[in-house]
């Protein structure tokens, strides 16, 4: 059953992850940014999009790779 739950967490990981290619805001000076670059052209600061939240999905997409070789391997 949780591995039910993992395999959909993966796939809303991969979604984010397509959506997140974009634009965002600067986490230090807040101006639009494209959400890929490694450092921020206004301000100068490192990896300025990284959040609390991508590290998450990271997390979550790990969790989905284990689960899918679970069920691949069961
Ligand atoms: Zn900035």
Redesign the pocket.
Same mark, same amino acid.
């Given at each position: 059953m949780h591995i039910v739950i993992l395999t959909s967490a993966y796939k809303e990981s991969i979604f984010s992850f397509l959506k997140g290619l974009n634009i965002e805001n /600067?986490r230090? /000076?807040k101006?639009e940014i494209e959400a890929n670059v490694k450092k921020?052209p206004? /301000?100068g600061?490192l990896n300025?999009t990284i959040k609390i939240k991508d590290v998450w999905i990271g997390i979550a997409v790990v969790l989905g790779f284990m689960s899918f070789y679970m069920l691949f391997f069961k």
């Amino acid at each position: 059953m949780h591995i039910v739950i993992l395999t959909s967490a993966y796939k809303e990981s991969i979604f984010s992850f397509l959506k997140g290619l974009n634009i965002e805001n /600067c986490r230090n /000076c807040k101006r639009e940014i494209e959400a890929n670059v490694k450092k921020c052209p206004y /301000c100068g600061i490192l990896n300025p999009t990284i959040k609390i939240k991508d590290v998450w999905i990271g997390i979550a997409v790990v969790l989905g790779f284990m689960s899918f070789y679970m069920l691949f391997f069961k």
